[in-house]
């Protein structure tokens, strides 16, 4: 803190984010599906009170009307609340109790494209002459065919859509019903600020920008170049469909507006693998968005040094201006206690995950349900609800729906999320695993969480201090220093299952640890690492 007694460190640096997918989280009109006030109704597991996991803020992913053909990615009122999750007035609600309750809630703003059923583009869509035809991408067919080579984000078909009435293509990089609209129109970008000071001055924290390296694309419509890259996504270089410099330009003006307010931030969905290009979104001088997601965790294998080399990468490339954000799921990924999963060691992975994640440097989000180790649910393919299906190879599960299940609150009937029928099959382990039940159980992944939060609240060192890496992987184990002025903090993680041994000179007692008492006197020169022991010395 300074001398004035407000700190020196904006919020989000110190702030641990929880994503909320709110059809899962927890419904009360009994309709099955999650809603506002259901989010509201649980903020005490959130922060608060005493059996709270203790995290900062919260991320909501949409809640505006929509037709859900990307439940909610595909919006037709950026001012609104859908019926389904409740009111305008439940969310102010939701603003009141969060803040009461020292959360900041952080919004998703899906300004790439709209439903196809907004107003707008039914408008733009109802002839070339329309006042809005401009405010989407339009483009007429190149010797009879689609305008240029640009393929959906997701599969490999053509991301463009021909409209029989006015014989002319429309981009949709998502699902056809997605079209993207036209940054380079000023209406529409007015538009689009309109809808970013509505939510500021209703007292939102932040928003969370879906997608923000396709705002712009390439104004003469090149064909992207091939590429061989083996990931079949990258079949081409989005050379001219992402990424454009006007983006940037938005991005600034975006900046600035949200500057007008106190306090408030902006998280950039960049849909890129390149870090550099990640970072590139902060801006030169720290005049674009405040952080970026880093999704490297969400497909890195459960090895120490791939998670090393690809921090350290982002580190690298974010410089000593940028700040990182750490995320090991969220509702586009497999859950990662799914993919670290390894019979009676998962949840031992699963706290090794949790501690390299909250005290690395960088802001890290949780998804709802990893705090209580929720697993990816089994959804056949006659269950499938997402319509846009993604299926992450290698894993054989259908669509994103195995990420998205109900909140397990507790061992009764439909886990305590709902009264009716869940809009996907509460996982049947609900039984046995709940928040109800971990907070009693002195050892469970939720108290774990707690632990971490709360050691990590009382030492700066944790989330705003410097990192130094004493071991990048070396023999499957992360040792590094965590350092604030006076404070040091050494954080041991071994990833393998046999002991390992760490021959470096750190000593110090316990904070926390997965095998250890606290206060216990540790010399990691002599002593080694027991299988996927994660250990906190002060
Ligand atoms: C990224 C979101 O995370 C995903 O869920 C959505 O389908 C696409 N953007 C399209 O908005």
């Known amino acids: 803190m300074s001398s004035s007694g407000k700190d020196k460190y904006p919020w ?3 702030a641990v984010f929880y994503e909320i997918y709110p059809r899962s989280f927890q419904d009360t009109n009994g309709n099955g599906v999650g809603d506002l006030k259901g989010i509201t109704q649980r903020l005490d597991h959130l922060n608060g009170s005493k059996d709270s996991l203790g995290i900062d803020a919260i991320w909501i992913c949409p809640f505006f009307p929509s037709p859900m053909k990307d439940f909610g990615y595909d919006i037709t009122d950026y001012k609104a609340v859908d019926k389904l999750f409740g009111s305008l007035k439940d969310l102010k609600e939701l603003l009141t109790e969060a803040h009461k309750r020292n ?30 035809r401009d405010w989407y991408i339009w483009h007429k067919g190149r010797n009879g065919k689609k305008p240029n080579n640009w393929i959906a984000s997701i599969d490999l078909r053509s991301a463009w859509f021909y ?85 940037h330009k938005v ?22 693998a390149r870090a550099g290009q990640c970072a590139s979104f902060l801006g030169k001088s720290d005049d674009e968005l405040h952080m970026v997601f880093n999704f490297h965790f969400l497909i890195r294998p459960w090895k120490a040094a791939g998670f090393h080399d690809s921090i350290a990468k982002w580190y690298r ?88 299940t109900p909140m397990q609150w507790d061992g009764t009937k439909n886990a305590g999320f709902s009264k009716g029928t869940p809009w996907l099959p509460v996982n049947p382990d609900h039984k046995t695993r709940n928040v109800k039940d971990q907070l009693s159980e002195k050892d469970s992944i939720l108290n774990f969480y707690r632990e971490l939060l709360r050691i990590r609240r009382e030492h700066d060192a944790l989330s705003v201090g410097r990192i130094e890496f004493l071991k990048k ?10 350092s604030i002025g006076k404070e040091v903090v050494h954080i ?47």
């Open 251 to 272: 991005c600034k003006e975006l900046r600035k507006m949200v500057d007008k307010y106190e306090d408030k931030v902006l998280i950039g969905e960049v849909f890129d």
């Open 473 to 482: 992987g070396e023999d499957d184990v992360l040792l590094y220093k965590r």
């Open 163 to 247: 409209d029989e009435k006015t014989k002319e293509f429309y981009l949709s990089t998502f699902s056809k019903h997605q079209p993207e609209v036209n940054w380079r129109n000023n209406e529409l970008k007015e538009a689009m600020w309109d809808v970013v000071r509505f939510w500021l001055d209703l007292g939102v924290d932040g928003f969370r920008l879906d997608v923000v390296n396709f705002y712009y694309k390439d104004k003469e419509f090149k064909d992207n170049p091939l590429s061989f890259e083996p990931n079949p996504r990258l079949f081409q270089k989005h050379k001219y469909d992402r990424n454009q410099p006007g983006t």
């Open 317 to 404: 490339k974010l410089g000593d201006t940028g700040w990182a954000t750490i995320t090991l799921s969220n509702h586009d990924q497999p859950r990662h206690i799914g993919r670290y999963k390894k019979g009676k060691l998962t949840e031992l992975r699963a706290k090794v995950a949790a501690m390299m994640m909250l005290t690395l440097r960088g802001t890290p989000f949780l998804y709802y349900g990893e705090e209580i180790g929720m697993m990816n649910g089994t959804i056949k393919k006659s269950q499938l609800k997402d319509p846009v299906g993604i299926r992450t190879w290698p894993l054989k599960l259908f669509g994103r729906d195995p990420e998205r």
């Open 492 to 538: 041991a993680l071994n990833f393998h299952h046999r002991p390992r041994i760490v021959a470096k000179k750190v000593k110090g007692k316990v904070l926390f640890s997965t095998h250890r008492k606290k206060g216990e006197k540790v010399d990691f020169s002599k002593e080694e690492l027991k299988g996927l022991e994660a250990t906190m010395l002060i």
């Open 12 to 14: 989000w640096k110190k």
């Open 103 to 132: 959360i900041k809630v952080v919004i998703d703003l899906v300004l790439n494209h709209t439903s196809d059923q907004h107003s707008w583009f039914k408008e733009s869509k109802s002839s070339k002459k329309s006042p809005k």
